[in-house]
């Protein structure tokens, strides 16, 4: 199969890098020619383990790399959208690179393509894409929900032995057409999990939320440990031998941090002043983060 990904940052160079080595051919395309001039010559511009080594080992073969975005998906079966959604002032995701992106494939696509958005997007955002695509193709596009779960730091892992692959389509064609690019990461079990583009996009958000609730909750638990005289690693322990607890995101800390937590937990509560359902848990969860970071500095 050929493919082409679009925004060659963390998560689409992952992506791209991954299904090249799985023997897809792939191209990956990014406006940031210096960026793409150091991928040519096999540097990756952030640390994540075993990625250099894999895009080294698949350039020029069956990863390339350009600007040109025409060219790129000519041919291809799936376009990933994989360029950055930052915050914007509010919180709400800036959906501006990833509507662009849309924009331009549906213009210059010349034939039936599956439009896949890796980015983090909020639901209803597969709906827009499609808008565009309706106002702009002139040949059927499909457009698939396909979130990323990758952690950075163990990405390669992450990517290749996913604990699920969430696909949100009610295309027949561009389910399968995943699935067949997904084969070789889904050997074990069946990870595919197939559902409407809106649980898609919900589930990456939840997903995160989740994550970091539980690690809010636990930092609340640790001051009062410190207030009250308790042992936070004895609480800890107990409180993860409960397996439907479990020991993952439970020690206490400085709070959640990182490229993602912050701004998809801020993301997430937007959205729902947007539907007019109230993210009651997870604005304590931004506001309890913010605890941590201010009990340190106490303590200094
Ligand atoms: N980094 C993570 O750990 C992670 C994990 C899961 C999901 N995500 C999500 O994946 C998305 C991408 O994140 P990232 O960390 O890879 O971002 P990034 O900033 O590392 O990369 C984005 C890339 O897109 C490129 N780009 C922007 N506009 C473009 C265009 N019009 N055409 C081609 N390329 C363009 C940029 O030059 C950049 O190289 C975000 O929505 C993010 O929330 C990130």
Same mark, same amino acid.
């Given at each position: 199969m050929k493919i082409a990904v679009v925004g060659s940052g963390y998560v689409g160079l992952v992506a791209g890098a991954c299904f090249a080595d799985s023997g897809t051919e %792939?191209?990956? !395309?990014?406006? $940031?020619? /210096?960026? @793409?001039? &150091?991928? +040519?010559?096999?540097? #990756?511009?952030?640390?994540?383990?075993?990625?250099?080594?894999?895009?080294?080992?698949?350039?020029?073969?069956?990863?390339?790399?350009?600007?040109?975005?025409?060219?790129?998906?000519?041919?291809?079966?799936?376009?990933?959208?994989?360029?950055?959604?930052?915050?914007?002032?509010?919180?709400?995701?800036?959906?501006?690179? %990833?509507?662009? !992106?849309?924009? $331009?494939? /549906?213009? @210059?696509? &010349?034939? +039936?393509?599956?439009? #896949?958005?890796?980015?983090?997007v909020p639901v209803g955002t597969n709906a827009k894409v499609r808008a565009v695509v309706e106002k702009f193709a002139t040949h059927p596009i499909a457009v698939v929900s396909n979130p990323e779960f990758l952690k950075e730091g163990d990405a390669i892992n992450d990517f290749a032995k996913p604990d699920r692959i969430v696909i949100g389509t009610d295309d027949e064609d561009a389910f399968e057409t995943l699935r067949r690019l997904y084969a070789p990461f889904n050997r074990q079990r069946d990870r595919l999990q197939r559902m409407s583009p809106e649980s898609a996009e919900i589930v990456k958000y939840a997903s995160n939320a989740m994550l970091a609730t539980k690690i809010s909750f636990m930092n609340e638990v640790a001051r009062l440990c410190d207030a009250a005289g308790g042992d936070v690693e004895d609480v800890r322990i107990a409180v993860g031998s409960d397996r439907r607890i479990g020991f993952q995101f439970l020690y206490p800390g400085l709070g959640f941090g990182g490229s993602c937590f912050p701004k998809d937990t801020r993301a997430l509560v937007q959205t729902g002043q947007e539907f007019g359902v109230e993210m009651g848990v997870v604005a304590a969860a931004i506001s309890a983060n913010r605890q941590p970071v201010l009990d340190m500095v106490k303590h200094l």
């Open positions: %792939v191209v990956c !395309v990014d406006v $940031d020619e /210096a960026k @793409l001039e &150091k991928l +040519r010559r096999g540097e #990756v511009p952030f640390f994540e383990p075993g990625l250099a080594a894999m895009v080294q080992r698949n350039w020029p073969d069956r990863l390339s790399f350009s600007s040109n975005l025409e060219e790129s998906i000519s041919g291809r079966q799936a376009v990933f959208i994989a360029v950055g959604t930052p915050p914007n002032e509010d919180g709400s995701a800036d959906l501006r690179y %990833v509507l662009k !992106v849309a924009e $331009d494939v /549906a213009r @210059l696509a &010349k034939h +039936r393509l599956v439009l #896949v958005l890796k980015s983090t």
